[in-house]
């Protein structure tokens, strides 16, 4: 039998199972593998420090590692090709004040500058609150704005940092996200000023989890010829609080992009039981909507909005233009003894409406997936899980012969 060698593909080839491997986040095979020979050292070596993840504080604490610029700063000394590896960075602010990180990185912004920071493809900014990036040194939120400069920057992601960073981004950015972010009040701070000139048009946009979701959703729209959302494909949504305000700057941002919108990824609040029977009130038509991804809470004992998810899917018209439906069932550890109960009838009911809905309102429908965890808790028994998913495919009650139903 003839033995294979990963070293007698073409480079190409070689790359792309590594690069299969670096997707899988199998960072120890691709330590070992680029250990094996010179032929495998370098494109490992890419991969693994493609991302780069920094502290953008260092802690006042004893016995914890030392500052990550002290311990960039020994990496690149080990090596003058890593500096040309790295395409990616997440800067991380590790706890709030309160345990104990404030202190300055002084060897941060030094190590930063040795990388070309014009070819950063993908930049995550992460503080644990409002206050960090305040407080941040002058210097390091400098370097923060030169990576938002960066022309091959293509994807911005940030958390609890301020929405302006976006305005030192240029044309190369595609796909941003926001999650507890929030509109920087006042002057200072290294704060990028609004250039008109500067035009961002979005691919993707994800709204994630925020304590105000108007403010951040008014910046978005505020500002239409800097931040064009009118070619969004793909929106991911998570409601916070269901409030009108909320529902109606969404609805504005989905009809701003519902000629292009492909898919909608939506997180719906958790409404309470008298507020159930919507889950987005101003939804408009998006002819071209293929992808419909819903993640259900149910897990609370007092709320939900499984009847809200049912109300939403019957509201959409005849036309749509739906091919797949993904359905993210979450229920807590005790779910399956309330089965039989009243919270069971309440879910029942709602999921027997989704399951007419898909079947006779959806025209174009080919895949129905729910996906319930299956894991839902410490005290669960594997028994429950097999039990709530056999449940949930008889309360949907999707005609077997559709062919529609996946469950996993």
Not at 28 to 35: A, D, E, G, T
Not at 254 to 273: E, I, M, Q
Not at 288 to 316: H, M, P, Q, W, Y
Request: with cysteine; aromatic share 6%.
């Amino acid at each position: 039998m003839t033995s294979f060698k990963l070293t007698s593909l073409p480079p190409e080839l070689i790359y792309l199972v590594l690069s299969a491997i670096a997707s899988e986040k199998d960072h120890k095979s691709l330590r070992n593998i680029s250990l094996t020979c010179p032929a495998l050292r370098g494109p490992s070596q890419r991969l693994l420090l493609s991302h780069i993840r920094v502290a953008i504080s260092s802690s006042l604490n004893p016995g914890l590692p030392p500052p990550s610029g002290d311990r960039l700063l020994e990496l690149l000394s080990s090596g003058s090709k890593i500096v040309s590896y790295v395409k990616r960075i997440t800067m991380f602010d590790p706890e709030p004040l309160w345990a104990g990180w404030m202190g300055h990185d002084d060897q941060l912004v030094r190590a930063l500058d040795q990388f070309n920071l014009t070819q950063i493809e993908c930049f995550t900014l992460i503080c644990s609150d409002h206050g960090t990036y305040g407080r941040l040194d002058e210097c390091l939120r400098a370097t923060i704005v030169r990576i938002c400069e960066s022309p091959s920057l293509l994807t911005f992601s940030l958390s609890g940092a301020p929405l302006q960073l976006i305005w030192a981004c240029g044309p190369s950015l595609k796909h941003f996200q926001a999650r507890h972010s929030f509109k920087w009040e006042g002057s200072g701070a290294g704060i990028p000023s609004f250039r008109e000139s500067q035009v961002v048009q979005l691919d993707s946009f994800q709204l994630g989890s925020h304590s105000n979701p108007v403010s951040t959703l008014q910046f978005i729209l505020r500002h239409p010829h800097a931040i064009r959302v009118d070619q969004i494909r793909t929106l991911h949504l998570t409601v916070a609080a269901g409030g009108d305000d909320e529902d109606v700057l969404m609805g504005s941002l989905v009809k701003a992009c519902r000629n292009s919108l492909k898919t909608l990824k939506l997180v719906p609040h958790v409404y309470p039981l008298n507020r159930a029977q919507s889950v987005f009130r101003r939804f408009p038509h998006c002819p071209n909507l293929t992808n419909l991804d819903i993640k259900v809470d149910t897990s609370g004992s007092s709320t939900d909005c499984l009847r809200g998810t049912a109300s939403f899917l019957e509201s959409l018209p005849p036309s749509n233009a739906i091919q797949v439906l993904h359905l993210g069932l979450e229920f807590n550890y005790d779910a399956r003894h309330h089965l039989t109960g009243g919270w069971g009838d309440m879910w029942s009911a709602a999921l027997r409406r989704i399951g007419n809905c898909v079947t006779t309102g959806f025209p174009r429908l080919g895949t129905v997936t729910v996906e319930i965890p299956s894991s839902i808790g410490p005290r669960a028994m594997r028994g429950d899980v097999k039990d709530i998913r056999t449940w949930v495919v008889e309360a949907l009650a999707i005609p077997p012969e559709r062919n529609l139903l996946h469950v996993a």
